[in-house]
């Protein structure tokens, strides 16, 4: 038997004497997927930190390679008279290379993020 003191649920009313056990709220996700996310960033973590020196410096030079890429298509394209394929191809080019640049930008940031409980992280030295 439980007395609830405030209600969260609204068809009880305050001081009501409950008979029957009380459903706790659970938030958020059950366990099993929680601990699986765990194991799974856990793992993303020690990968992406592992590969940081490589996959930094590759997505640096695949950006800049997008927007040299990118400003020939553009130049090809005037030449042509601003035919559309080129244009469009300038574009997916410049989309790329902001891509690559943001994940260049937020790959420390998602390292940080990732980092499992009592891990001491150090990215500068």
């Known amino acids: 038997m439980a007395v609830r003191s405030e209600s969260t649920v609204p ?3 305050v001081g009501e ?14 366990y099993g997927i929680h601990l699986v996310w ?4 856990t793992f993303l973590f020690f990968t992406l ?3 940081r020196p490589f ?9 800049g390679l997008c927007v040299l890429v990118a400003i020939t298509l553009v130049i090809l394209g005037w030449l042509h008279g ?6 469009w191809g ?4 410049l989309l790329g290379a902001v891509v690559s640049s943001a994940l260049t930008w937020y790959y420390d940031v998602l390292l940080l993020k990732l980092t499992p409980e009592g891990y ?3 990215l500068w030295s």
Do not use: D, H, N, Y
């Open 120 to 122: 001491q992280l150090t």
């Open 38 to 41: 765990k194991i799974f960033g």
């Open 17 to 30: 004497v409950v008979t029957e056990p009380i459903a706790v709220p659970r938030g958020g996700v059950p």
């Open 49 to 51: 930190r592992m590969l």
């Open 90 to 93: 300038a574009g997916g080019f």
């Open 55 to 63: 996959l930094r410096i590759v997505m640096a030079i695949v950006s």
């Open 11 to 13: 068809e009880v009313l």
């Open 82 to 87: 601003w035919s559309g394929s080129f244009l």
